[in-house]
């Protein structure tokens, strides 16, 4: 059996916090027009400041992307079909509610 790289697995480990799981679903529900990091925050039940630091995991991971228009930040997920595999996995596994 072939051994995972640790690059397949990432997916997996940034969706075990729940956070950022909400992130990546409302990410991945929004499409390629990403959403708000305001809007983000308010769905994962961060303040802004908290959840930059969800934010700063996602960027550094390259699993989203940042995008400023103005004075309004908004991110887009840019590992669609990663975190897709995950949370079907996770999902039908059960690990997932």
Known sequence: METPQPNALLPYALLA???RLAICRALLEAGEHGLPAAELAAIAGLTLPRA???FRELLQADVVAVTVH???VSYVLKARHAVREALDYLGSSGLLS
Do not use: E, K, L, N
């Open 17 to 19: 916090v729940p956070a």
């Open 70 to 72: 103005g004075r309004q």
């Open 52 to 54: 930059t630091h969800c």
